[in-house]
């Protein structure tokens, strides 16, 4: 009942109990976020070192120096979800929107072309930011603020929390477990 007053009136606050569907459909966004974050994880400092052959300082860099520029991308994205007034609402037309660009920069972000050693490396840095800092921004505070939007009940929020951050848990252990092993099963490399 929650979403369908939510697309009665797109930015207000439904008041009630969310139904068990509305649960597992919620948390099943973290679900998606986290097969590519986790493997974000788990699998890109093996890949800019191993497989692109950048230096692992270089690469060590471009993370730290990407996670001080997704502080300020998280702070945007809210600002910009919070002035956001569609026909969908505030959150749900940025995790529209971003799905397909968000697939994109996966593709891109796990490609390897044939550049220079500092081509490698303004791609690497490139790519990573556009995935972690915006695009994965672009998905991940819409989300987020969603439960916000879908009840104004505390104990509902907090059974979303939960079974939200135990789904994207499971997932994110199944993929941390098994990247490695599957990237050495198909040959460990860029081709």
């Known amino acids: 009942e929650s979403l369908k007053t939510l697309n009665a ?13 509305e649960r597992i459909s919620y948390s099943i966004g ?49 600002i910009i979800v919070d002035r956001t007034n569609s026909k969908y609402g505030k959150a749900r037309p940025w995790i529209l929107w971003v799905a397909i660009p968000y697939a994109i920069g996966g593709v891109l972000l796990f490609s390897a072309p044939d550049l220079s050693m500092t081509g490698k490396i303004i791609y690497a840095f490139v790519t990573y930011n556009l995935m972690s800092t915006v695009l994965y921004t ?10 916000a939007l879908m ?12 079974l939200r951050m135990f789904a994207g848990t499971v997932t994110a252990i ?9 990237v050495n099963f198909f040959g460990g490399g860029a081709g």
Not at 41 to 65: C, H, R
Not at 151 to 162: A, F, G, M, N, P
Not at 174 to 182: A, G, M
Request: proline share 4%; hydrophobic share 50%.
């Open 9 to 21: 009136v797109p930015n207000t606050v439904a008041p009630g109990k969310i139904g068990l569907k």
């Open 30 to 78: 973290d679900v998606g976020a986290n097969v590519v974050w986790a493997t974000l994880a788990s699998f890109m400092t093996f890949f800019f070192t191993d497989v692109a052959g950048i230096g692992a300082a270089v690469v060590g860099t471009i993370f730290l120096v990407s996670r001080f520029l997704d502080a300020f991308s998280d702070l945007g994205m809210g």
């Open 138 to 147: 672009m998905f991940a505070q819409p989300y987020h603020t969603l439960m």
């Open 151 to 162: 009840t104004q009940d505390q104990y509902e929020r907090s059974i979303l929390t939960v």
């Open 174 to 182: 199944i993929i941390n477990n098994i990247t490695l092993p599957l």
